[in-house]
């Protein structure tokens, strides 16, 4: 049943590593490796270093024969400097679901990291495929 709420984030950092650190979910479950029923703790997520020009996708999702979506959150590190927040929210049964990118920081063009996000079904059903491409200017 929720099953069919589901997203799968790529992250692809132009160039620096990103670290994805404070991973959690609200609702639902993180999977790996594209299996819905290989469920991963956060801690799995949390601290994955993601090399420059290199990609690294979460996959969450609600949990089997369960009238529950998915939400979620995890922000983007460049070492120490955080370089903003992704969150989602996928409801079971809703009409309208969220994929929200907060760069943090000072406000452009004073942030010197720019992260565009694409992709995100924003109505019913699963939210999909989404990317998050950042950049160190």
């Excluded at 997203?7 to 670290?19: D, H, L, M, Q, W």
């Excluded at 959150?73 to 903003?84: E, H, Q």
Aim: some cysteine.
């Amino acid at each position: 049943m929720a099953y069919a709420q589901w997203v799968a984030i790529t992250i692809y950092p132009s160039n620096f590593e990103v670290t994805l650190k404070n991973v959690a979910h609200s609702w639902g479950k993180f999977y790996s490796d594209g299996n819905k029923d290989k469920e991963i703790e956060p801690s799995a997520i949390n601290g994955v270093k993601i090399p420059q020009k290199g990609s690294y996708t979460v996959y969450a999702c609600g949990r089997s024969d369960s009238a529950s979506g998915t939400e979620g959150s995890f922000d983007l590190y460049d070492g120490n400097t955080k370089v903003g927040t992704y969150s989602w929210d996928c409801p079971w049964g809703s009409k309208e679901n969220t994929s929200t990118w907060t760069p943090y920081g000072a406000a452009a063009p004073n942030n010197p990291f720019v992260t565009q996000q694409s992709g995100a079904n924003l109505d019913s059903g699963a939210l999909g495929n989404v990317t998050l491409q950042t950049t160190e200017l």
